[in-house]
């Protein structure tokens, strides 16, 4: 075996199960998270004698993933479908309040940037400094997307119950 194929197989596979849980974070959906992280491993594999180069294999991974799946949903969006069906205009149905379903969907609403960093801070416990260095924003607005988000979220609540 070759060392770019030992670094692969020792360096890169390993991370398969975080990256596929940070796509369905993204993704919302199972096939297009699985889709997402092989083609992310694609990549990786296609880049070759660069990988010898990289620094941090998770951030590169997780730099690549995160690319994909934004093509995937402006792939999806562009083809007017969303993952559970709805139109993009089409305001979003929330199941009873206190129930995980009402949390996922609250979070589905946000805008892009808010509903990444949410997703990653609440489905994968992650800090701010890690989220920033997935996603590619500093540290400083990842709290401010995650500021957004919770208040975002704290209003669909109690907009919910009044209503």
Avoid at 76 to 100: C, M
């Amino acid at each position: 075996m070759n060392p770019i194929e030992e670094l692969f197989r020792t360096a890169y596979l390993p991370l398969y199960p975080r990256l596929y849980a940070t796509a369905f974070g993204l993704l919302a959906d199972g096939d297009d998270a699985a889709d997402a992280v092989q083609e992310t491993m694609v990549k990786i594999w296609k880049s070759g004698q660069a990988l010898a180069s990289v620094h941090s294999p998770e951030a590169y991974s997780f730099k690549i993933l995160r690319s994909t799946a934004i093509d995937m949903l402006r792939r999806r969006s562009h083809e007017g479908s969303l993952p559970d069906g709805k139109e993009p205009d089409e305001a979003v149905e929330l199941p009873e309040p206190d129930t995980a379903e009402f949390l996922v969907r609250a979070i589905e609403s946000l805008p892009e940037g808010q509903r990444e960093v949410v997703r990653l801070s609440a489905f994968e416990d992650r800090p701010p400094d890690e989220i920033a260095e997935i996603t590619g924003h500093t540290p400083a607005n990842v709290r401010q997307l995650l500021c957004r988000g919770r208040k975002k979220i704290r209003e669909i609540y109690n907009k919910y119950l009044v209503s």
